[in-house]
């Protein structure tokens, strides 16, 4: 399942999601790779299977992943859910190359 959904300054897809109370994560997909089929002239792209697709999993969970944010300046992301806790990353030098900066419980 997917909550929630970000833009990245670059283009990138921040996903996230998960299953209540067994399973949470923070994805990061590109939206420009080749798609691997087209279903009435709408590409679709693998985000499971293809490494150009499935560019960083910033964070698995034991619980949904409910909400992102990115800053104005597009150098931090934040993401929080049912595990009272909220994440930042810095993702200043790209997503490949994020770090956790900062944990908030709530």
């Known amino acids: 399942r ?3 959904l970000a833009f990245l300054p670059d283009g990138s897809l921040v996903v996230a999601g998960g299953r209540p109370g067994q399973e949470g994560d923070v994805r990061v997909y ?3 790779a080749m798609p691997g089929t087209t279903q009435a002239g709408v590409p679709t792209l693998d ?3 293809d ?3 499935l560019i960083a999993k910033l964070l698995d969970a034991d619980d ?3 909400a992102l944010a990115v800053s104005p300046d597009g150098q931090r992301l934040a993401a929080g859910g049912c595990d009272r806790t909220t994440r930042v ?3 200043s030098a790209g997503v490949t190359k994020a ?6 419980e709530n």
Do not use: E, F, R
Not at 99 to 104: E, G, S
């Open 64 to 66: 949904s992943v409910l």
């Open 89 to 91: 990353w810095d993702i």
């Open 99 to 104: 770090k956790l900066d900062q944990t908030v």
């Open 47 to 49: 985000g499971v299977k």
């Open 30 to 32: 590109s939206l420009s």
């Open 2 to 4: 997917a909550y929630a």
């Open 51 to 53: 490494p150009k697709v």
